[in-house]
Structure formats: C-alpha cells, structure tokens
C-alpha cells in the first residue's frame, strides 16, 4: 500500500471523540469517513430533547482550540467558578476552584458540543455516514459491515484502519475481543444516578447562582447541579444501590419527595417536577473500564469511552477523550507506519487514562463527604498557602487536572506527594499559626521538584 492511500481512516461513532478526531485529521490531509448509528442530531434534534451539560475544562478546551471549534463553543458556555455547598441546614458556601476568573470550568450543553463538532467536520470536508451501526467487522479482509436501525439495510465497506470512538459500549471493542485478548475489566462503583431538572424562575432567570457547580454532599450519597445556558439546571441524584437511602429503598416519586425532604430541603422548590423526573428518567449505572491492550495491530484502535469508560467526579471523560484525539492525531500524523503509531499512542495515552480513573473515583469521596470534614479543611487551608508560597511546586491537584495539561500520571503522583506532605505538616495542629512556615517552606523546596507547568 502506498504511503497517501494509507492516509485513510474509518472512525466509528460521531460522538464528541470522533467528530472531533475526524476534525483534526482531516486538517492533516487525512481522508475520513464517521461512521453513526443514529440519526443526524442537526436534522433530528439531539437525544429525546432532554438538556445534558458537561464541564468543559482546559485539556478540552485546549483540543478544541486546535480544531477551530473553541470560539462557537465558549459563546454560549457558562462559567462555573467553584462549589457551591449546600449544606443540610440550607447554608451555602462558594468555594473557589482556582485563583481568579481564568481558573474556571465551563458547563456546555452536550447536543449543542456535537452539533457544532460535526458542522466543523463537515466543513473541513470530512464525510459523515448517519444510521449506520457497526455490526461486523472481517479483520482479515478489512471489510466492516453496518446496519442502519432496523437492521434491513446493511453496508459493506473496506477500510484500511478502524478509530472506536463509539463510547463505552463500543461494538468495535466487541468485534476486537474476537482476533486478541484485551484484558477487559469492568468495575461497577455500585452507585447510579439520576436526572432531574431546575426550571428557571418565573421571571425567566436562573434559580440559583448560575456561575457555580452545585453540591449537596451528604456523606455516603450528594446531588449536584450544572447550569444550562437556557437558564436551567440539569440537577444529578447520585444514590448507592443498596442500603438505606439507595436505588433499592428510593424507588418512585414519594420515595424521593421524602429523601429529599430529609436530605435535600433548600432544593425541593427548585425541582418542581422532582417525582415525575425520577419516575420518567433511567437510572444511570456508573463503571470504570479497564482494557491492557487497545488496538489491533495497525487495522484496529480504540479511544474516548471506549477505551476508559470512567465514573463522572472528575468531569474529565470528555476532557480525556479529546485530549485523546489530539494525541492520536499527532501519532499518525508522525509515524507513517499505522501499527507503531498506535502503539506509541497505547503506550502514551493508557497510563494517563488509568491516571484521571483512578482520580475520578477518588473525587467522589472528596465531593460528597470530605468539603465538611475538619482535618480535610485544615490541610486544605495549608494546601491554598502552599500554593501562593510555590506556586511553581505545588499546585493543589484539582487545579493540575483542570487548569493544566501536565499528563494525568503526573498529576496523581505530585497530588499524592502533596497529600501526604499536607498530612505531616498538619499533624498535631489544630489551626495554621502553630506552623513552623521557614521550615515548611524547606521542606517543600526539598520534597517538591518544580512542576511541568503550561507556559
Ligand atoms: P460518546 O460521546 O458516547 O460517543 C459515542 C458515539 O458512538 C455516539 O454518537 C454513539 O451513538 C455512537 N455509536 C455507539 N455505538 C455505535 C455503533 N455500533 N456504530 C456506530 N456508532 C456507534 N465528561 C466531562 O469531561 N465532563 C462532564 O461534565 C461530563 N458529564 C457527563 C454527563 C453525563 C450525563 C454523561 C453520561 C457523561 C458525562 N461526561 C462528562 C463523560 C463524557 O460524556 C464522555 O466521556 C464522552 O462523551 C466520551 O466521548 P466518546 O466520543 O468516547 O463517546
Ligand atoms: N456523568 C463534574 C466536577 C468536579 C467538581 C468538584 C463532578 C453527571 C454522569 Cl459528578 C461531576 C464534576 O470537584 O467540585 N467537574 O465536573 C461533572 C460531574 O458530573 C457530570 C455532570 C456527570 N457526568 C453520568 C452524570
């Protein structure tokens, strides 16, 4: 095969990692062709018309600025400055994510993400396929075939290469566990989630602050709200599966009128379709996927979810999925041999995913018990001082994961360096004036390295 007919790929999915890859290929001089199992969100609306926002944060951010899509984005994105806890008494306390207004995360609207994503991949020239579900695929012949939504019509098509970008119950995935062993592993949190909806206020503005993430962290269980720039929020129940409350004990409408009664006061005006939101929604179940090996030589390479499927409490699934195409789109860009770029991306990208999976189950704890513990306060105090007196050696980790684009692997290892250095320096004090600041301030500079910082 010559080298420009090979600069061909097929990507499965036109979700968000797909359409974006397919962008910045083809701005490569790559032909692509994306391959959907559902219709056209442009032509048909988006996913049963509920709004779904996500948090977009810098490595995203940062991808799709090299794809030309960040200006349409950011115009109707809506800036979440911190935390908002509610607290069970109907107390509320904003909790800054960053230092100032450039360290800020951004709710976008999901339908409105994909639509603007194929649109620039249109433009750019690359040619989407809706309605076509990967069915099979012949790896030896390089043949993929794909149904449309009944399965009446089928399509055989050849392709030189194979991207799943077609989520975390990836059929590509599937067809690969059938030519090598993956190393597959699924881990079930043994928590779900469910949606409801805070309208906006009478008047037609938001309920509440608007430019926030809002917590309501009760311990074993929180909800949390992200705003839509229609000026409502998506609201997340998340619940274990069993125990008291659970999805086994909170099963319809006065069930959760009571939950929320006990637990979540300050929010019961805001939901006013709080049972028929609970009883209509599907219950979400929450993962983590593990695979040790993601691609099939040169013919066969996963991404995004398909790859790393993780639980939501880093909101980084979509950030990791595009930072993902920018790597992959770099690899293949570099490296005209397809296999040996996919193996660099495997051996770049796998760590980091393990990385941000592992911080994400780690953020649950964090947001739904500890913003209320003291020990947790106390060394988060010292960790703000830290940060203004090092800034180029320590850097609070939240603030790695989402305001930098250091790899992820980096970002666990200085945070738990970091967590155990706050943990020493605050054991047997009660407040900060007992410290000893010239000897903390040399114990950082020995323990800590400067840090990879974006320029
Ligand atoms: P997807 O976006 O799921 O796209 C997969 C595409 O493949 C879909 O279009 C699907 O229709 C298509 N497809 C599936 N099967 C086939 C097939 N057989 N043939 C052809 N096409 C197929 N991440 C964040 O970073 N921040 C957040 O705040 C955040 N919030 C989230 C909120 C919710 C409710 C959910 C569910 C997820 C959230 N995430 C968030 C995670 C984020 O949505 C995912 O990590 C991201 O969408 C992964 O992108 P992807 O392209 O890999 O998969
Ligand atoms: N998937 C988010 C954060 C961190 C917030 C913090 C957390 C909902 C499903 Cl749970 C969650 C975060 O530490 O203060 N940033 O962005 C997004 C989150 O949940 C999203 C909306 C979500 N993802 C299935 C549900």
Same mark, same amino acid.
């Given at each position: 095969m010559s080298h420009d007919a090979s600069r061909h790929i097929t990507i499965i999915g036109a979700g968000l990692a797909g359409a974006l890859l397919a962008t910045l290929l083809v701005q490569r001089g790559w032909r692509v062709d994306v391959y959907e199992k559902r219709g056209d969100p442009r032509v048909h609306g988006y996913g049963g018309g509920r709004s779904i926002n996500l948090a977009l944060a810098e490595r995203g951010l940062h991808a799709l600025r090299q794809a030309g899509g960040d200006d349409e984005v950011m115009a109707r994105a809506v800036m979440m400055r911190g935390r908002m806890v509610h607290f069970l008494d109907g107390r509320t306390d904003l909790q800054r994510y960053?230092? *100032?207004?450039?360290e800020v995360i951004w709710s976008v609207n999901r339908g409105e993400l994909n639509i603007t994503l194929l649109n620039l991949a249109e433009q750019a020239g690359v040619r989407l396929h809706f309605y076509?579900?990967? *069915?099979?695929?012949d790896f030896d012949g390089q043949v993929a075939t794909f149904a449309d939504e009944g399965g009446y019509d089928r399509v055989a098509v050849r392709f030189d290469a194979l991207v799943g970008a077609d989520g975390a119950g990836s059929a590509l995935r599937a067809a690969m566990r059938g030519q090598l062993e993956l190393g597959e592993r699924t881990e079930f949190l043994g928590h779900s989630y469910k949606e409801l909806e805070i309208p906006p206020a009478a008047d037609g503005s938001f309920r509440i602050e608007p430019n926030a993430l809002h917590i309501w962290p009760r311990g074993r269980y929180m909800c949390i709200a992200l705003p839509n720039d229609e000026q409502t929020f998506t609201v997340t129940l998340f619940l274990p599966n069993e125990g008291d409350p659970s999805f086994a004990t909170v099963r319809n409408g006065a069930d959760v009128r009571a939950l929320f009664e006990r637990d979540f006061a300050d929010a019961i005006p805001l939901i006013p379709a709080l049972e028929t939101d609970f009883e209509r929604n599907p219950t979400g179940l929450l993962a983590t996927l593990y695979l040790d090996r993601w691609h099939l030589d040169g013919r066969a390479v996963l991404l995004g979810d398909a790859a790393h499927a993780m639980v939501p409490f880093h909101g980084q699934g979509m950030n990791c999925a595009f930072e993902d195409c920018v790597a992959l789109a770099e690899h293949l860009d570099r490296t005209p041999d397809r296999a040996a770029a996919f193996a660099a991306f495997q051996a770049e990208r796998l760590p980091n995913a393990r990385a941000i999976q592992q911080m994400a189950l780690e953020n649950y704890l964090e947001m739904r018990?500890?913003?209320?513990d003291h020990d947790y306060l106390l060394q988060r105090a010292l960790e703000l001082q830290l940060a203004q007196r090092h800034p180029d050696r320590f850097m609070p980790r939240y603030s790695m994961v989402t305001f930098q684009r250091m790899p992820y692997a980096t970002a666990l290892d200085r945070g738990q360096r970091q967590r155990a250095l706050l943990v020493e320096l605050t054991a047997g004090h009660d407040t900060l004036d007992t410290l000893d600041w010239d000897a903390v301030d040399a114990t950082v500079r020995a323990r800590l390295e400067p840090l990879p910082l974006d320029a």
């Open positions: 960053g230092r *100032d207004d450039s076509r579900s990967l *069915d099979h695929v018990d500890r913003v209320d």
